[in-house]
């Protein structure tokens, strides 16, 4: 019998998905850094030759790369690898999704569970979530096709699995698994270090991996993790309960959450803000700052794509990945100045902060803000 | 604490009529072409397809093989000499009209929708 929530591949998907993430490293690594240096030394040139001027802006970058080859190529096998992840998961998942369903429900009902789950009568999911395959997850992060359904989160962990393997990191296991949950407590403990967090809540918690990272970070909180799609929540109980980690889950929506104000001393999200609105972006850390204790931090961390750190065919490639691969708001909230959003939101300037922080190779934008003590 | 079996029960009719469950958003393209003539991003994709199958062939070949090894079982010519039966060989014969499905099958169900 299946004992834990997780995605679990056998020799031959394994390999398939081994092949799709080293495919996507390919791409994403070889292909871009030639595309990257036809445009340093034969586009770019060639345009100013001939423009007698620099090219400038985005839109000029897309004309003098349209028709491309090169570019083409990039395209259709971004696109492809895209297509290949999706189908490379929902094979393991296909297979194991009945066992997992009834492991799910053991543990959702077994009496010495450590935590709760809290699900709604109706999908507190909206527009843009409800609406768009965020990554061009067929069927989104919210379809349901069975009682108690899991099989959005587990594709979706089988994706991030992927990519942890295809960069050599935790091979074959679940080692490193909560890294990024790890590195965010760090960060909280290097940007507040007075707080000592009794209660603690991750919004858009997904498969609750990083959510984990938290209670193994500060065991004496209490740690919530919420998130708008069902299977995610679902998923996300049954993994801690597998680990044996006393975590409540709940389905709610970030910006209009059941708790009473001042509820929790550490707020944090991670790669949640690029899959909302520009609309939602105020709502949510307008609830941030209701939620947040005097004393406390609220720590969000996203993609680091805001268009004055990039050059302009990484902005070109970005820009592609918003029109044809599944990723609708990169580009809404690299334009936002999140500081400024914070301080909308309630923060006092002095105390609001937009900064990047570096893991190993990999550079994070961090946003977010102190409540003053009473 | 809530009552965790209680709150993840039942699900109720909701979003599309024709199925109970949460219907998901509405399905995006999965043969968008980029190249001037799309014909060139579907054999792209079909080699890229197949070179992938090779590689779990590979990978599988290499994991039998290493365990035979550890067995003692394996022998050299074995496989050379190794005749299928009935069974084996429909299944095998099933298995590559499959391949040749995956790797055509969306070519031909993509060109089969143009005017």
Redesign the interface.
Known sequence: MTTRIGFSPI??EA??Q???GS?KGYVNFGVETELATLFDQKIAPGHRQQAGKDIATLDEAESALA?H?L???W???T???Q??MWQSVQETTDRTIDAQVDRF?AL??APD?Q?????R???V?KAP?????IH?Q???Y????????LE?ALNYSGTVDLYRNAKGMGVGGKIGSDSIGQFVAGVARKYAPDLDPKTILDMGCGTGEQTLGYKRAFPGAAVTGIDCA?PFV?FA?GLAESEGLAL?FAEMDAGKTDFPDESFDLIVSIIMFHETTKAQVGDILSECWRLLRPGGLVLHLDVPYQPDRMPLIKQVMNHWQVR?N?EPFWTGFADLDMKQEVIAAGFDADLAFATYEAAGPAVYHFFGGRKAHG | MADSKADSGEIEPQIGSETRFPAGPKPGERDTAFFKDPMTDHLLRAVVTLAMETSVTRERLRTLEALLEKAGSLEAGNADNYQPDAAEAAYRAGQRSKLIDDILGPIVSRLARED
């Open positions: 020799h031959d390999a398939r081994a092949f799709v495919l028709g080859p570019y083409a190529l395209a259709s096998l696109f492809h690898s297509n290949l429900e959702a009902a569970r935590g709760c789950v809290s699900l009568d109706k999908p999911v979530i409800a609406t768009t395959e061009r067929p069927g989104g919210w379809r349901e096709q069975r009682p108690n359904d959005a069902r679902r109980h409540d044809h599944g």
